[in-house]
C-alpha cells in the first residue's frame, strides 16, 4: 500500500508566439504553456497531468491545481485508484472548493489535471496505455466511472450500460485493429491565421502528399482575407480534399451565415467554434442557416452539461471533446457516451501542449467500447512540441499509430521542463535577455 507523498505544479510556457504558431482570429499572439502536474507516491512511482493555456493566466491553474490536490484525502492511493468515479465526484463537488465553478473554467481544469495524473498513474501501474486500461473495463466498471448528474434527463446509468453492452461483441478485435492500423488524422498545421500567404499553400501542398484528407483553415479575420487564403488553399489541394474552417467563437450568431456565404466555397467540411461556445441556441441557428454544413464545436465547452444541452438543441454535427478543458477522463467517457446515444461523431480537439498526446486516447475508447465506428471520425493533429514528450505521439501516412506505453501520455521531458519553466528557466532567460520578450 502506498500514499502521495509529494506534488509538483510547475508553469511550463513555450514562446510560440514568436512564430505566430496556433495563431487565429481570437488567439493572435499565443504562447502555448502547460500547468503541469506530478504526483508521486512514497512507493517511488508517479502520475502525470496538465492543463494546456495560451500563456498569461497559466499561472492561475497553477494556484488552482495546487488547491485541487489539497482535496484528495490523505488516504492509501490504492483506494483512490481502484474508485475513480468516486475520486471524481469528491473533487467535483468538494462542497467548497465547486463555490468558483461550479464546474466550469480553471476550477474544473484543475481537478482535471489531478484526475488526469491519477488514471496516467493507474494506467502505468497496470502496464497498460490509458486507452486500452478503460477500452478493457467491464460496461459496469465503465459507467461507474461517470458522473451521471445533471445528465439523466438526456442518458440514463441504465441507457450507458446497453450502448456499452451493443459494443462488447467484436471489441478485442477493433482493439487489435486499433494497435495494427491506428486512427485518422487532419491537420491544422497549414492554417494559422498568423501564416503568410505562401507558408500556409507550402504546408497544405505538404499535408496532402503526407496524406491528409482534411486540412483546417483558420478563419474570422476578415473576409478579404478568408476569400483569398480559402481560393489560395483550395488551389494547393485540389477538389478532392476536405477543407474544415474555423473561427474561433469570433461571429455574432447573425453574422457567421452570412460570412460563410461570402466566403464562398460550397464544399467546406465544417465550420468550427462560429460562436460563443456557451451560446447552444446560437449554434443551434447557425446550423439551420448554414445546411448542409456540418457545425463542429466542443473544446471550449465547459463541461459535459453544455455538451448536452448542445445535443438535445440539435446544435452541432460534430462534437469536439478537449482533454484538458473537461474535467479528466471522467468527464470525457460521459461526452463520449451522450455522443453515441444522440448519434453524433466525436472528432477531439488536438495541438496545444501536450493535447495530441492526451486526447488520441478517448478516439480509440470511443471505437473500441462506445460508439464501434469510424465513420466521420478524426482526430486533429498539430505538429508542434511534441518533442518535449517523454512518449510523444506518432502520426504516420495519416494516422495516430495507437499509444503502447504505459499511462495516459502527459509525461513531459525534464530538461524540456527544466528549461521552459517561466519565468526562471534558462530559455527563458535567454529571451528576457535578448530582448523578445519582457517580464
Known sequence: MSRIASRRVLDVRFPTSLELDGSDAVNVDPDYSAAYLTLTTDAGDSGYGLVFTAGRGNEVVVAAIESAVGLLPDVEVESLLDDLG?????????????????????????????????WDLKARRAGLPLWELIANLTPEEFVAAVDFSHLRDAITEDEALEILRRAEPGKAERIAELKQTGFAAYTTSAGWLGYSDDKMVSLAKEAVADGFELIKLKVGGSVEDDVRRMKLAREAVGPDIKIAVDANQKWEVHEAAPWIKAIGDPDIHWIEEPTSPDDVLGHARIRREVAPIKIATGEAVQNRIIVKQLLQAGAIDILQIDSTRFAGPNENLANLLLAAKFGVPVCPHAGGVGL????????????AAV???REGRVIEFVDHLHEHFVDPVVVERAHYLAPAAPGAGGEMREESVARWTYPDGPGWAELFESGAFTR
Open 86 to 118: 468516486a475520486t471524481s465526484r469528491a473533487l467535483v463537488h468538494d462542497s467548497q472548493f465547486r463555490w468558483i465553478g461550479p464546474e466550469k473554467g480553471v476550477a474544473h481544469m484543475a481537478v482535471g489535471a489531478v484526475l488526469t495524473a491519477l
Open 356 to 367: 495530441c498526446e492526451l486526447v488520441v486516447h478517448f478516439s480509440l475508447i470511443d471505437y
Open 371 to 373: 460508439s464501434a465506428d
